[in-house]
């Protein structure tokens, strides 16, 4: 199955969701440097980009590229329409395909920049983006792993009308801990 990554486009009310592309360098060193202080444990650490170079931004638009080409994770960025802003991503990483079809699994993250929290945008990408992933990257079902305590991320997985199915014990190890995730999802038609 080959998915056109870079030609994969969606657009809501607000909001264009897609692929990095060269010309998006500005707006990507903007909305890194323009970052509030970190707000919670699950905000994103600052990161310096300030030393990115148009170079250095072709690199990770081209590991992006070999993520979908081999279907592994396909990371699309959230612009504002009217002003062009980085806002943020979602993104989709496969779990399992089975060649037969039968098994089509994916996975769901979704990141805001903190300047950014308090709009809606994060749920607005998400509901727009769970269609567009069964419908072009062929998943049939979607999870997304949710840190209990994370009642930022739990609000969106809700709003979007994804269902709590369990929280699964000590799942995934990160900071040296294994931790506990709740399991939200939604699957196809």
Excluded at 9 to 38: G, V, Y
Excluded at 184 to 189: L, Q, R
């Amino acid at each position: 199955m080959k998915i056109n990554y870079l030609n994969l486009c969606i657009e809501t009310e607000r909001l264009i969701i897609r692929p990095l592309e060269l010309m998006d360098f500005d707006a990507f060193q903007h909305s890194f440097a323009s970052r509030n202080p970190k707000q919670n444990e699950f905000d994103s650490d600052d990161i310096d980009v300030s030393h990115y170079t148009p170079e250095t931004f072709s690199e990770v638009i081209q590991t992006f590229t070999q993520l979908a080409e081999s279907d592994e994770s396909y990371i699309f960025s959230i612009f504002l329409k009217t002003t062009g802003e980085l806002l943020g991503k979602v993104e989709f990483s496969t779990l399992c395909r089975e060649l037969t079809g039968d098994i089509n699994w994916g996975v769901l993250g979704y990141i805001i920049h903190n300047q950014h929290w308090g709009h809606g945008y994060g749920s607005e990408a998400v509901r727009a983006a769970i269609p567009f992933a069964m419908q072009h990257l062929h998943y049939h079902r979607i999870e997304a792993h949710i840190t209990p305590t994370n009642t930022r991320s739990i609000k969106v997985a809700e709003h979007v009308e994804l269902k709590y199915e369990c929280t699964r014990e000590r799942f995934i190890r990160e900071d040296d801990q294994w931790i506990d995730k709740c399991i939200y999802s939604i699957t196809a038609p």
